[in-house]
């Protein structure tokens, strides 16, 4: 089993601030996702990052997978109420199951 | 259907009582998936089918969980003897397999149990 660590496990923050929320492990990753799941809704994916170093970006997120493609930071510029949720990480290692992160929550506060 | 489709959405039950969650996937998704979240933890992995077969089944806690999915399509969770520690959201989700590159889940809402 690889074991991810997400960081922070909870975060609070005012609309307009920015944040990185982290996802590390000690295993190399062929690709790595990020799912957001609001309350009440299942986890829904964000992006899949598959190339060391590689960054992508969604409106006012930036992903980064790192070098090594052990470890991802999904960064949040100027953060809205609607970025609530709980932010997950998991290896997209081909036809196994996802593991997820425990998942950072992100309370984001008008 | 459009989605990944769940019910009951809520169920309620009594410790030792039997319950059934249903899952209905994505039309042409072969794998199927079952999740357990507890409040504030991520998605914990109990089981999934490939077709009709349980590929992988690591995650079941105890022999009281079983899942069936007789056709390929719908899958129905089943747990036996309930206890209040079973009480948890369980996700189900849906995928495509057999292509390269990363397998993306299409995850329903969920049914939220209560064991009381």
């Known amino acids: 089993t690889q074991l991810l660590e997400q960081s922070p496990q909870f975060l609070s923050i005012q609309e307009g601030e920015n944040l990185t929320v982290y996802c590390n492990s000690s295993s190399v990753f062929s690709s790595l996702q990020w799912y957001r799941q609001e309350p009440g809704e299942g986890p829904v994916l964000l992006v899949t990052v598959v190339t060391g170093g590689e960054v992508k970006k969604l409106k006012r997120l930036t992903f980064q997978f790192g070098d090594a493609r052990k470890d991802s930071s999904l960064h949040i510029t100027a953060a809205q109420p609607g970025d609530t949720g709980l932010y997950l990480c998991?290896?997209?290692?081909?036809?196994?199951?996802?593991?997820f992160g425990k998942g950072t929550r992100l309370s984001v506060i008008a | 259907g459009a989605g990944v489709s769940q019910t009951p959405s809520n169920k309620v039950t009594e410790k030792g009582k039997y319950v059934e969650l249903r899952c209905d996937p994505i039309s042409g998704h072969t794998a199927l998936y079952w999740y357990r979240q507890s409040l504030g933890q991520g998605p914990e992995f109990l089981i999934y089918f490939q077709g009709t077969g349980a590929a992988d089944d690591s995650g079941l806690p105890n022999d009281r969980f079983f899942a069936v999915r007789p056709e390929g399509s719908v899958s129905t969770l089943k747990i036996q003897r309930t206890e209040r520690g079973d009480s948890a959201v369980y996700l189900c989700?849906?995928?495509?397999?057999?292509?390269?590159?990363?397998?993306?889940?299409?995850f329903g809402a969920g049914s939220r149990l209560t064991v009381l």
């Open positions: 989700a849906s995928s495509l397999l057999g292509g390269t590159g990363a397998n993306v889940l299409t």
């Open positions: 998991a290896p997209g290692e081909g036809n196994t199951p996802l593991v």
